[in-house]
């Protein structure tokens, strides 16, 4: 990715690697390796919940590793801090909810004021 230029390059090159990765997945699904590096893109985009799809299709098919099962709980880990211990939502996610909420309510005013 450090060799994009511009920002639909960047997208480009993340489509084509997020491919790559669902045709590694196809062909060997059951590889530890396959596995992680794809959860991983998948986490660094915030696609958690594709990310746990891979970790649980991975571990039916390679129950025994080690790995995998880390993996899973390093999701489950994300997960409770996106989300909080009861489901709630975090104060993290809260102040990011809010921050969006101000940005759209600011650019109604905006509009209306100027229309």
Do not use: I
Request: charged share 30%.
């Amino acid at each position: 990715m450090n060799h994009a230029t511009t920002p639909g390059e960047k997208e480009r090159m993340m489509r084509e690697l997020d491919l790559t990765y669902r045709q590694a997945m196809a062909l060997c699904p059951y590889s530890v390796e396959t596995v992680k590096r794809y959860v991983n893109l998948l986490r660094d985009q915030d696609r958690l919940a594709d990310a746990r799809r891979m970790v649980k299709t991975g571990r039916m098919l390679n129950p025994r590793s080690k790995r995998l099962q880390e993996l899973a709980e390093e999701l489950k880990e994300n997960l409770v801090f996106t989300r909080g211990l009861d489901g709630a939502q975090s104060p993290v996610a809260a102040v990011k909810q809010a921050r969006h909420s101000g940005r759209c309510v600011l650019a109604q005013a905006r509009a209306h004021l100027s229309g």
